[in-house]
């Protein structure tokens, strides 16, 4: 049987369940600590505050006025 996934670990017990599966000849651990891509709004999400996002939508909307208008 050919099943293959890609799961995260959320906490770190997993890591020795898991390996207690493979010594069990259950599972096959293919890599390790695998870097998985992730977009850019998932990765700052949230790391400014509403206020400040808006402060900053303004001052690039000033910013951009005034480029305008030269």
């Known amino acids: ?3 293959t996934m890609l799961i995260e670990l ?3 017990k997993a ?3 898991l390996r207690d599966l493979e ?3 259950l599972i096959k651990v293919l890599k390790e ?3 998985v891509k992730q977009k850019l709004s998932d990765k700052y999400v ?3 505050s509403k206020e400040e996002g808006e402060k900053l939508n303004k001052h690039i909307e000033d910013s951009r006025n ?3 208008s030269i």
Do not use: Q
């Open 1 to 3: 049987m050919e099943n």
């Open 10 to 12: 959320t906490n770190k």
């Open 15 to 17: 890591v020795k369940l």
């Open 23 to 25: 010594e069990l000849k």
């Open 33 to 35: 600590n695998i870097a």
């Open 46 to 48: 949230g790391s400014i």
């Open 66 to 68: 005034e480029w305008d």
